[in-house]
């Protein structure tokens, strides 16, 4: 499966942005999907990810309540849903998606197999 991700963008502290992520060449809902980050110098962190089913989100506690991971079966779409941002939340976001993710591993990123590039997101004061 090849994952585009878009929604990428400057938004001032507090702000909000929905990224995107098209799936195609696979049966979408047999994946589960993430997204995850990567701030300069720093290691790429779980953010936030949905069952293949789409009922059992999953968050990171620095995300909890303020990010919504959703996914759309007819697009083949995966979204995240940022509001309330902060200047911490700045950092590339990439999406992923695997078939074989149990759900006590679901933040674990050598669970996705299948990866898009990255969508910068900057947030400033």
């Known amino acids: 499966v090849q994952l585009q991700a878009s929604g990428g963008g400057l938004v001032q502290a507090g702000g909000s942005l929905r990224l995107s992520c098209s799936a195609s060449?696979?049966?979408?809902?047999?994946?589960?999907v993430a997204w995850f980050r990567q701030a300069p110098g720093k290691e790429r962190e779980f953010v936030a990810a949905?069952?293949?089913?789409?009922?059992?989100?999953s968050y990171s506690a620095s995300v909890k309540g303020r990010f919504t991971i959703s996914r759309d079966y007819v697009q083949n779409t995966v979204y995240l849903q940022m509001n309330s941002l902060k200047l911490e939340d700045s950092a590339d976001y990439y999406c992923?998606?695997?078939?074989?993710?149990?759900?006590?591993?679901?933040?674990?990123?050598?669970?996705?197999?299948?990866w898009g590039q990255g969508t910068l997101v900057t947030v400033s004061s």
């Open positions: 060449g696979g049966t979408f809902r047999n994946y589960a």
């Open positions: 949905l069952s293949r089913s789409g009922s059992y989100p």
């Open positions: 992923a998606a695997g078939r074989s993710v149990i759900s006590s591993s679901i933040a674990r990123s050598d669970m996705y197999a299948y």
